[in-house]
């Protein structure tokens, strides 16, 4: 059976004409260029995919944190870097919800890529969503 996610962020949302996932080595070499989210098969495991349900509940998320801010909350979370985050990202991402920042990031987390800075990466999400909650 296929895995839950096989799923690679280039920025930690975009909105463009869809919900698009690129690898990991282009999303860290273009971290704050290219903001796509893209679904594609891991290349070791063509059957890896994201379920139908999932998709759509990503890119309803995706839609209300728009093109503008998903970079900044990917590069705080999964690069590290203490960017700011403006005001207006912030009550875009409060008003997404804490469920939809949580799947996400697990999403992105659960790729092998990433997984093993889970822990690092989980701390960094909460921080976040703490500091726009102030």
């Known amino acids: 059976m296929a895995s839950f996610c096989k799923v690679t962020i280039i920025a930690f949302f975009v909105l463009a004409s869809g919900v698009f996932l690129s690898s ?10 290219d903001f796509g989210l893209a679904l594609e098969p891991s290349p070791d495991n063509g059957e890896d995919f ?18 503008e801010c998903g970079p900044i909350f990917f590069t705080r979370i999964f690069i590290g870097k203490k960017n700011v985050i403006p005001a207006s990202c912030c009550k875009k991402l409060l008003d997404m919800g804490e469920e939809c920042h949580d799947t996400i990031t697990e999403s992105i987390i659960s790729r092998p890529e990433f997984r093993a ?9 909460i921080d976040v969503w703490n500091l726009c909650s102030l």
Not at 50 to 67: F, Q, R
């Open 24 to 33: 990991p080595t282009q999303a860290i070499r273009t971290s704050e260029q």
């Open 50 to 67: 994201i379920p139908k349900d999932l998709s759509h509940y990503l890119g309803e998320c995706v839609k209300k944190i728009g093109e």
């Open 117 to 125: 800075n889970a822990p690092l990466y989980e701390t960094r999400a």
